[in-house]
């Protein structure tokens, strides 16, 4: 009996200060027919969603939180393998033996056991029907000759929660696959030089799919209200900003 009260005890004072280290970022709840979502902004591209006792990492990077410290993940999706999404130590801390791990083929050759999903897979995994959307460069390149995100590489992700689709779009351009979504009702869209959209490429993609909440991530030093005076006068987007640098 003591050993389960300590047991018990321990478990708590692992909760208590999972919830003090979630406590510290900003977080957004979305109601949906399967019920809440709650978003939690890490920074950059690192984000929480939790949902119907889920914990879904994205891009875990270490820099912008002490990840042993916040929720063990039940699903962790990484767009691509940059030192900035993909993070070995991060990812180890908060995952488990029955964590599942969703990446790229470039991603799998430095983390074992992961499932890789290629442009275009569609995939039901924990529950929760997860789409691969191809994240790539067009306009910006690399010593003006090699695109900083190469066609092929990255994944952005489309989520479904309930009646929700979310738009997690990894490092990218407003490519013609992005602009041909449809439904999508919340979009995180990349917004700093050279790597990935200025705020007039956010906004023509925002324009076309017409997501109904968009947030720009990963947005470094560019002026996000730029993105919300391109937008001001398009029904139906609502632009949030939150703490994504």
Do not use: W
């Amino acid at each position: 009996m003591k050993t389960l009260s300590y047991l018990l005890l321990c478990c708590g004072m692992v909760t208590s200060a999972a919830g003090a280290a979630m406590a510290q970022f900003e977080t957004d709840t979305i109601p949906t027919s399967a019920g809440e979502l709650k978003i939690t902004f890490i920074g950059h591209g690192s984000l929480i969603f939790q949902f119907n006792g889920k914990t879904i990492h994205i891009d875990p990077f270490g820099q912008l939180a002490d990840y042993s410290q916040l929720p063990k993940a039940d699903l962790v999706l990484i767009t691509h393998d940059h030192f900035d999404h993909l993070d070995p130590d991060a990812l180890a801390k908060i995952r488990t033996d029955k964590t599942a791990v969703v990446l790229t083929e470039a991603c799998s050759k430095k983390v074992s056991g992961g499932i890789v999903m290629k442009n275009g897979d569609t995939q039901t995994i924990q529950g929760i029907p997860i789409q691969a959307v191809p994240a790539y460069n067009i306009v910006h390149l690399r010593d003006g000759k090699n695109p900083f995100h190469p066609k092929g590489v990255g994944n952005g992700y489309i989520l479904t929660f309930g009646e929700k689709k979310i738009y997690v779009a990894g490092d990218t351009e407003n490519t013609p696959e992005m602009k041909k979504l449809t439904g999508i009702d919340i979009a995180f869209l990349p917004m700093n030089l050279p790597y990935t959209m200025t705020p007039e490429m956010v906004a023509d993609a925002a324009r076309a799919f017409k997501p109904k909440i968009l947030y720009p991530y990963h947005f470094s030093e560019t002026d996000t209200a730029q993105v919300v005076r391109l937008l001001k006068d398009q029904p139906g987007i609502e632009v949030r900003i939150r703490a994504m640098k």
